[in-house]
């Protein structure tokens, strides 16, 4: 009854707004409920796969949205991971995050695939030699960053997360652990931004209710 509730009052304020989103159309509710890892904020998770051409297209969106984000509020990008082939990238994802170069070459990495057509996103070893040689790295460096002790976890938690959430596909934003959307359902990149804020405002409101 409560999450009822949340959802009609979360309609009634998109409405408000005009853009008059449908429970199970431009959101609904996880497959399961997702612990989060940010206790007293409301976590919200980007599931993408650089090969993705909708999250090369919302990835400046989201990045904007992230930066002005409120404090309440905690973000993340987790790579996707629903089959064998999107393993590559998101190897790749979580080896610049070792090599501290997430920041740097987040953002190149997805116009190496989607503009330039330097980097294979199928292939590992595509990714591992333009890592080394945009960032001036030793290749052997970046391959260990490829394979360290902790990857395979991070792997299996993030084949757990997409199962867990009900997504489809990507990009799908996870919201508090317990509501999914996504650009496709929400409109387009704009849509989803607004989609996600009223979200958060909602449940800002629940959660001082209580």
């Known amino acids: 009854m409560k999450t009822l509730l949340f959802v ?3 309609m009634l304020a998109f409405t408000a707004f005009g853009l008059e989103p449908k429970a199970g159309v431009n959101f609904k509710q996880t497959k399961e409920i997702i612990p989060t890892d940010s206790p007293g904020k409301i976590e919200v998770v980007e599931l993408f796969w650089y090969g993705c051409i909708h999250c090369y297209k919302i990835d400046p969106y989201i990045d904007k949205w992230a930066d002005n984000a409120p404090k309440d509020v905690v973000f993340k990008k987790i790579p996707a991971v629903p089959r064998k082939d999107w393993v590559p990238m998101a190897k790749a994802f979580y080896a610049l995050e070792t090599l501290g170069l997430d920041k740097t ?3 190149k990495l997805f116009d ?3 503009k330039t057509k ?3 996103p199928g292939s590992e070893q595509s990714a591992i030699q333009w890592i080394a ?3 001036k790295k030793d290749i052997n460096e970046v391959q260990s960053a490829f394979n360290t002790f902790s990857m395979k976890a991070k792997l299996s938690k993030s084949q757990r997360l997409f199962r867990a959430a009900g997504a489809t596909g990507v990009p799908s934003i996870i919201i508090d652990g317990r509501y999914i959307t996504s650009s496709t ?3 387009g990149e704009k ?5 996600i804020n009223y979200i958060v405002g909602n449940i ?3 959660k001082a209710k209580n």
């Open 133 to 135: 040689l945009t960032a």
């Open 191 to 195: 849509n989803t931004i607004e989609l």
């Open 118 to 120: 330097a980097v294979d």
């Open 112 to 114: 190496a695939i989607h």
């Open 185 to 187: 359902m929400a409109g």
């Open 204 to 206: 800002r409101k629940d």
């Open 105 to 107: 070459l987040h953002e």
């Open 8 to 10: 009609i009052s979360m």
